[in-house]
């Protein structure tokens, strides 16, 4: 046993990998039940003890006791069995038990037995380890950044395993170095060329969803309920709750005293804008909600198109469509419904024009990009600078200036228009 010491395996295996007796056992039994049968040609007739604690290990061979061997992996002479116990009492048809000491093996055996023990082992670890996380799905860990490279962060756990949290899973905001914590959740888990591959997520709407359930007791015992959540992660995010029980004001409860309850996610968020609303099935009331500061003068569904057309006062447009126009952005997804808002053009200035009237001159998703941005007139438009109206509706350079052009020229025509009715009046 001496060219194969299997105390310092047992050691690691039980207290590092937490690799169970029975396990540990019957992977040992098997690979030396391998060796056997490509030694020997078969290991049905062998039996192999285990002493796991003090790492020592057995094997033996039973062998039938004949007068002429026809099959020496299988039988043993009675004249060869007397040679090497003359004192022994076995008689012809019995099972004599030869035991195999490691040396007969080989060097070249004992090495191969050592590979794939370790072998095994690892595959039993990874499965493990596979099996640990798949239950943990949409579960929140908390990390240590080992490594950073630039399309993924290498973090450990606590138990050192390997975690993937790449820059698509990230908060735009987020910078972190080796040796910081991150938390995260576990977005899912695969196999890749038979490892587990443990990828992480900060964007997820459910990272959201957990932390709200670790800052607010009533979600957590299920007083108050999420029922969804539309995030841009880093930027804004609105929360619909409700309440099942009617003495909880659920938005208060989320947000808490003076913001305590909040503060520490949208900390936790790099500054994430976090609107909680109440839950409605009432659409409309709901959209309020969502866009709420701002004031709807009117609202219009269209169910055929899936759309809803808002009016609200000019110095309301703003706030609905929220900075890089999140707020209406979001609005949209947690209703599911196109929102397009129009500005409420009684009591200004007459001599403006709806965006529609041109167009056929100006292409519809160009105005649909602009009405997305609360601009629906023509003079909205003019008065927001080029890149303004670039970042914001997503549009070139060159659309934009094509579009004031064509917006210009309208309004100069109306000038020439009205200085040649001028000059008629005079003469």
């Excluded at 040609?41 to 039996?47: E, Q, Y």
């Excluded at 004992?110 to 072998?119: D, E, F, H, S, T």
């Excluded at 987020?174 to 576990?186: H, I, L, S």
């Excluded at 809803?308 to 000019?314: E, G, R």
Aim: negative net charge; contains cysteine.
């Amino acid at each position: 046993m001496e060219g194969f010491n299997l105390a310092p395996f047992f050691a690691e295996f039980k207290e590092r990998k937490g690799i169970d007796r029975a396990t540990l056992m019957s992977v040992l039994e098997d690979i030396f039940k391998t060796q056997l049968a490509k030694t020997y040609g078969t290991a049905d007739n062998c039996d192999i003890i285990i002493n796991i604690d003090k790492g020592d290990l057995q094997i033996f061979r039973n062998l039938e006791i004949v007068d002429e061997v026809t099959d020496p992996n299988l039988q043993i002479s009675k004249k060869e069995l007397d040679l090497i116990d003359p004192d022994n009492d076995y008689e012809i048809g019995e099972e004599y038990a030869e035991e195999i000491p490691m040396e007969k093996f080989g060097r070249r055996a004992i090495l191969n037995l050592k590979q794939n023990l370790n072998g095994r082992i690892m595959d039993i670890d990874k499965a493990n380890l596979f099996n640990y996380y798949k239950d943990k799905v949409g579960e929140i860990i908390v990390g240590e950044v080992y490594q950073v490279w630039k399309k993924e962060i290498l973090v450990r756990d606590e138990a050192d395993n390997e975690l993937v949290l790449p820059k698509s899973e990230q908060i735009p905001s987020d910078f972190f170095r080796k040796g910081d914590n991150v938390k995260a959740v576990v977005a899912r888990v695969e196999m890749k060329n038979n490892t587990p591959s443990i990828v992480l997520s900060r964007t997820a709407n459910v990272f959201l969803e957990r932390l709200f359930e670790q800052e607010v007791p009533e979600i957590f015992d299920g007083l108050i309920t999420i029922k969804k959540i539309v995030r841009i992660p880093g930027e804004r995010a609105k929360v619909a709750v409700e309440s099942y029980d009617d003495r909880i004001d659920p938005v208060g409860a989320c947000v808490g005293v003076k913001g305590s309850r909040i503060h520490g996610i949208v900390r936790e968020l790099r500054n994430e804008n976090i609107d909680v609303i109440s839950w409605t099935t009432n659409t409309q009331l709901l959209i309020q909600r969502a866009l709420s500061p701002a004031k709807i003068t009117s609202m219009k569904m269209n169910d055929e198109e899936n759309k809803v057309s808002i009016t609200m006062d000019s110095s309301q447009v703003q706030l609905a469509i929220g900075k890089f126009g999140s707020n209406i952005k979001l609005a949209s997804m947690l209703v599911n419904k196109e929102i397009e808002i129009y500005r409420d053009v009684q009591g200004e200035e007459d001599d403006d024009v709806l965006l529609s009237a041109f167009s056929n001159e100006i292409d519809e998703w160009v105005i649909q990009a602009l009405r997305q941005i609360g601009c629906d007139t023509a003079k909205n438009v003019l008065a927001l600078s080029d890149e303004d109206i670039m970042e914001r509706a997503d549009l070139d350079k060159e659309t934009v200036v094509d579009v004031k052009r064509i917006l210009n020229s309208e309004f100069e025509e109306s000038e020439e228009e009205n200085e040649n009715d001028g000059n008629a009046d005079n003469e």
